[in-house]
T-cell receptor, first 115, second 116 residues
Framework: DSGVTQTPKHLITATGQRVTLRCSPRSGDLSVYWYQQSLDQGLQFLIQYYNGEERAKGNILERFSAQQFPDLHSELNLSSLELGDSALYFC??????????????FGPGTRLTVT | AQTVTQSQPEMSVQEAETVTLSCTYDTSESDYYLFWYKQPPSRQMILVIRQEAYKQQNATENRFSVNFQKAAKSFSLKISDSQLGDAAMYFCAYRSPTGANSKLTFGKGITLSVRP
């Protein structure tokens, strides 16, 4: 158990809908990362937050957004869902934003299926 | 931008034998971090081993060790005394030490099967 929790574990929804994925980082970790794992794209970085502020953006679609709350949990919002958004979404956390070895610990993921 | 290449999509090893998984990367940075993650059928991403580029000594974690060749930009993972529980997908990953972000850049992964 990495200490990172993600809910829900599974999500099935229809095209055009909007969903919210939730992540709670390890106790004491200030940085949260979101990754998407799909068959065709592999594991890709989406976005990073550090202590409530957005730090970096990767290959995140405009239909997707995220935020990190004062209690440090994070939510990833996916809207106008398409079939191609079906994937495993991981949240990872680390203590700091960048300096040092700063290992990232992954949550169990949320499997999103868009039908 | 950094890239990570895992050219072997699948490998197989006999239980108790040794296997080496290959990874190469491309970067213009002189300092960085490299990782191997394991993803078993449960899909959980588990950190196996890490290497700081400024360290010449290869990292070792029990049965797992790396062969880090900085000049060749190669970072292979050696699994000794393979066990059935080692069967999983293995991802090589790169991270910059500083800069605008500290995201992980992953290779496409390699599926390792262990024969009893």
């Amino acid at each position: 158990d990495s200490g990172v929790t993600q809910t829900p574990k599974h999500l099935i929804t229809a095209t055009g809908q909007r969903v919210t994925l939730r992540c709670s980082p390890r106790s004491g970790d200030l940085s949260v990362y979101w990754y998407q794992q799909s068959l065709d794209q592999g594991l890709q970085f989406l976005i990073q937050y550090y202590n409530g502020e957005e730090r970096a953006k990767g290959n995140i679609l405009e239909r997707f957004s995220a935020q990190q709350f004062p209690d440090l949990h994070s939510e990833l919002n996916l809207s106008s869902l398409e079939l191609g958004d079906s994937a495993l979404y991981f949240c990872a956390s680390s203590l700091r934003a960048r300096e040092g070895l700063n290992e990232q610990y992954f949550g169990p993921g949320t499997r999103l299926t868009v039908t | 931008a950094q890239t990570v290449t895992q050219s072997q999509p699948e490998m197989s090893v006999q239980e108790a034998e040794t296997v080496t998984l290959s990874c190469t990367y491309d970067t213009s940075e002189s300092d960085y971090y490299l990782f191997w993650y394991k993803q078993p059928p449960s899909r959980q991403m588990i950190l196996v081993i890490r290497q700081e580029a400024y360290k010449q000594q290869n990292a070792t974690e029990n049965r797992f060790s790396v062969n880090f060749q900085k000049a060749a930009k190669s970072f292979s993972l050696k699994i000794s005394d393979s066990q059935l529980g080692d069967a999983a997908m293995y991802f090589c990953a790169y991270r910059s030490p500083t800069g605008a972000n500290s995201k992980l850049t992953f290779g496409k992964g390699i599926t390792l099967s262990v024969r009893p």
